[in-house]
């Protein structure tokens, strides 16, 4: 059975800061490793995902991830946090089979706070 | 376009009624998904549509739990009779196609069920 793990319920950065979230998935084959991203009052819009090809991924508002099989981690970064990126960040894989695609096994979640 | 729709945004029963949340996914979506997240705990997969079937239902609770998507396009999901377990966040998701590395998961904003 897969598992996705995500470290702090909780993280506040200030503006300006890193952003690092960091999220691990236990799992025999590296399964397809998404960031979603829940905006207060909002549904949740995919961030990025990694299905194959290059390991560092580049998604929208500024964020990339990168897979590392070795580590089986998916860690979340942005060079610079602005009051915008407050939210709450979800690590989410689903395995490798055409049936499986969209069954999401979620993280925790971490809410993210930004303080000017 | 319009998005993932759900209503009701926020329902509050008596424990042992009946609930029916509704899920309109975007136009053309044959996947249809919905998860649950009960609060404190990471959101989890309910069931899965393709068009008007089942795909795949491993993640329903127990036989309280009836969805329906009748004609392939809007869903529903009834709770009979609620439990105070069954509070929580239902998300419905859609996506387009059914072959992996395609169709984004498109996440409505969520209904809140409240059992009291």
């Known amino acids: 059975a897969q598992s996705v793990t995500q470290l702090g319920s909780h993280v506040s950065v200030s503006e300006g800061a890193l952003v690092l979230l960091r999220c691990n998935y236990s799992?025999?084959?590296?399964?397809?490793l998404f960031w979603y991203v829940q905006y207060p009052n909002q549904g949740l819009q995919l961030l990025l995902k990694y299905t194959t090809g290059a390991t560092l991924v580049k998604g929208i508002n500024g964020f990339e991830a990168e897979f590392k099989k070795s580590e089986t981690s998916f860690h979340l970064t942005k060079p610079s946090a602005h009051m915008s990126d407050a939210a709450e960040y979800f690590c989410?894989?689903?395995?490798?089979?055409?049936?499986?695609?969209?069954?999401?096994?979620f993280g925790a979640g971490t809410q993210v706070v930004v303080t000017p | 376009e319009a998005g993932v729709t759900q209503f009701p945004s926020h329902s509050v029963i008596e424990k042992g009624q009946t609930v029916t949340l509704r899920c309109d996914p975007i136009?053309?979506?044959?996947?249809l998904y919905w998860y649950r997240r009960v609060m404190g705990k990471e959101i989890k997969f309910l069931l899965h549509f393709v068009k008007e079937s089942k795909q795949d239902e491993s993640g329903m609770p127990n036989n309280r739990f009836l969805a329906e998507r009748t004609g392939g396009t809007y869903s529903t999901l009834k709770v009979q009779p609620a439990e105070l377990e069954d509070s929580g966040v239902y998300f419905c998701?859609?996506?387009?196609?059914?072959?992996?590395?395609?169709?984004?998961?498109?996440f409505g904003e969520g209904s809140r069920l409240t059992v009291l």
């Open positions: 799992s025999s084959v590296p399964p397809y």
């Open positions: 136009s053309g979506h044959d996947n």
């Open positions: 998701a859609s996506s387009q196609g059914t072959k992996p590395h395609t169709g984004e998961l498109f």
């Open positions: 989410a894989v689903s395995r490798r089979t055409t049936d499986s695609w969209g069954k999401f096994q």
